[in-house]
């Protein structure tokens, strides 16, 4: 990492992370920057009376982002020595990588080495899947909808909407019954998968195949 200040005082610098430092960095910051954007958004509705498009905001988002660099700096100077450090999620997928060659994941789904858990493994969350016959994760398959394990299950599993012209990630997908809970479909990782909002709504306005 460089940073340094020019002749005429403003500051120049340039950054280059590993996947879990660029996960931790990127991820903070991105979370600060969204409620920089809320409360630039929220001023300029306010000032109009309307929505304001993009260019009507306070700030581009390239300041945006630099205020929130400097809201991190500000931040870490004024955490309490005691306070909870937050850590990574790590996802272990076992039983997984001989099907998809892939077996540990950050939160953000980047896939890393397993070598780059180890000096992560004292202060991380991580959580383990296991996936084989035999060992699937079911909770309550009689429920209406997916929770718990068997929906993160399912997330870890298919990854992104099922639908095969779609590559929208888990976290903005439902878990879908594959034969409809009204048709008497069970709430299990083998009759879930993930469907977008769209896809979802899109099966939903056709009528049920026939059983
Ligand atoms: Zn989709």
């Known amino acids: 990492m460089h940073l340094?200040?020019?002749?005429?005082?403003m500051w120049l610098g340039e950054i280059t992370l590993d996947p879990i430092a660029g996960s931790i960095v990127g991820g903070e910051l991105s979370r600060l920057e969204r409620t920089l954007f809320e409360a630039d958004w929220a001023d300029a509705a306010g000032r109009l009376g309307r929505d304001p498009t993009v260019g009507e905001l306070p700030r581009t988002a390239g300041q945006?982002?630099?205020?929130?660099?400097?809201?991190?700096?500000?931040?870490?100077r004024s955490m309490p020595p005691d306070a909870r450090r937050p850590a990574p999620?790590?996802?272990?997928?076992?039983?997984?990588?001989?099907?998809?060659?892939?077996?540990?994941?950050?939160?953000?789904g980047h896939?890393?080495?397993?070598g780059m858990l180890v000096p992560w493994l004292s202060g991380a969350y991580v959580e383990r899947a296991v996936f084989g016959p035999g060992n699937r994760v079911e909770v309550g398959p009689a429920v209406r909808f997916f929770g718990g394990a068997t929906r993160r299950a399912i997330e870890l599993r298919d990854r992104r909407c099922a639908h095969p012209y779609c590559d929208e990630p888990a976290e903005r997908c439902e878990v879908d019954h594959i034969i409809p809970y009204s048709a008497g479909?069970?709430?299990?990782?083998?009759?879930?998968r993930l469907l977008c909002g769209f896809h979802n709504r899109q099966r939903n306005q056709r009528p049920p195949p026939a059983a």
Not at 4 to 9: L, P, V
Not at 111 to 114: L, N, R
Not at 185 to 191: A, K, M, R, V
């Open 185 to 192: 479909g069970p709430t299990t990782q083998d009759n879930g």
């Open 111 to 114: 896939v890393v080495a397993p």
């Open 89 to 108: 999620l790590f996802s272990v997928l076992v039983g997984y990588e001989t099907l998809y060659g892939r077996i540990c994941e950050l939160a953000d």
């Open 4 to 9: 340094a200040a020019s002749f005429d005082g």
């Open 64 to 76: 945006r982002r630099a205020d929130a660099l400097v809201e991190m700096a500000t931040r870490s």
